[in-house]
T-cell receptor, first 112, second 111 residues
Framework: NAGVTQTPKFRVLKTGQSMTLLCAQDMNHEYMYWYRQDPGMGLRLIHYSVGEGTTAKGEVPDGYNVSRLKKQNFLLGLESAAPSQTSVYFCASSYYAYNEQFFGPGTRLTVL | QKEVEQDPGPLSVPEGAIVSLNCTYS??????FMWYRQYSRKGPELLMY????GNKEDGRFTAQVDKSSKYISLFIRDSQPSDSATYLC???????????FGTGTSLTVIP
C-alpha cells in the first residue's frame, strides 16, 4: 500500500498562475482533507470531502477550489495564485470523521 | 478562544530525559484524542490514538487524557535524538467533520 501520495512535491509559481495539486489514497477512505501548514499557524483546513462527489469548505477556503470525482483522488486547485498562498500543503484521509487521519508527504509551493 | 491550545516550545532536553508535552481544549464534546509526530520536511504521522479519558502506553510513549480538566499529555521516556521532531495534538468529537489540531511543540533531544 502506498498510503497517501501527493504530486507534485515542489512547485514555484508566479503570481496569477494556476495549478492543481493531486492527492491519491489507496486505503478506500471516505474522508479526504486538504490542509496548509505555515510557521506558527499549525495545520489549517482548506477543504474536505466526506465521499465521492462531495466537497465542503474548511477554515481557510478562499482562493482554492477542490474536486472529488473519484473516491481515491482529491484535487486542490489554485485559479490565480497569490504570494499569500506560499505554504506547505498536506493531504490527508480517514475512514470516518473521528478516525485518525493519514497524511501525505506534502507539497511545497512558492508563489513569487 | 482556540479549540485547542498547545505550547509551541521549543523544548530542548538531554538524551534519556522524560519529556512531557501537553494540550488543553475547550470543547467538552471531544472524544477522540491523538498525537502526531512530524519530522522536518515530512508529513505528520500518527503516534498515539486514545478514546475518552485514561492512559495508553506504547513502548516509551504514554498518552494521558483528563476530560474533566480538558487536558491531554504525551510522555516520552528515555528520550532519544531520533525523537527530535514537532509533536501535534489532535482531537475530534463523535459528530461533525472536523479535526482540531494544536499548533505543535518542537522538541530537540540533545545527545
Amino acid at each position: 500500500n502506498a498510503g497517501v501520495t501527493q504530486t507534485p512535491k515542489f512547485r514555484v509559481l508566479k503570481t496569477g498562475q494556476s495549478m492543481t495539486l493531486l492527492c491519491a489514497q489507496d486505503m478506500n477512505h471516505e474522508y479526504m482533507y486538504w490542509y496548509r501548514q505555515d510557521p506558527g499557524m499549525g495545520l489549517r483546513l482548506i477543504h474536505y470531502s466526506v465521499g465521492e462527489g462531495t466537497t465542503a469548505k474548511g477554515e481557510v477556503p478562499d482562493g482554492y477550489n477542490v474536486s472529488r470525482l473519484k473516491k481515491q483522488n482529491f484535487l486542490l486547485g489554485l485559479e490565480s495564485a497569490a504570494p499569500s498562498q506560499t505554504s506547505v500543503y498536506f493531504c490527508a484521509s480517514s475512514y470516518y470523521a473521528y478516525n485518525e487521519q493519514f497524511f501525505g508527504p506534502g507539497t511545497r509551493l512558492t508563489v513569487l | 478562544q482556540k479549540e485547542v491550545e498547545q505550547d509551541p516550545g521549543p523544548l530542548s532536553v538531554p538524551e534519556g530525559a522524560i519529556v512531557s508535552l501537553n494540550c488543553t481544549y475547550s470543547n467538552s464534546a471531544f472524544q477522540y484524542f491523538m498525537w502526531y509526530r512530524q519530522y522536518s520536511r515530512k508529513g505528520p504521522e500518527l503516534l498515539m490514538y486514545t478514546y475518552s479519558s485514561g492512559n495508553k502506553e506504547d513502548g516509551r510513549f504514554t498518552a494521558q487524557v483528563d476530560k474533566s480538566s480538558k487536558y491531554i499529555s504525551l510522555f516520552i521516556r528515555d528520550s532519544q535524538p531520533s525523537d527530535s521532531a514537532t509533536y501535534l495534538c489532535a482531537m475530534s468529537g463523535n459528530t461533525g467533520n472536523q479535526f482540531y489540531f494544536g499548533t505543535g511543540t518542537s522538541l530537540t533531544v540533545i545527545p
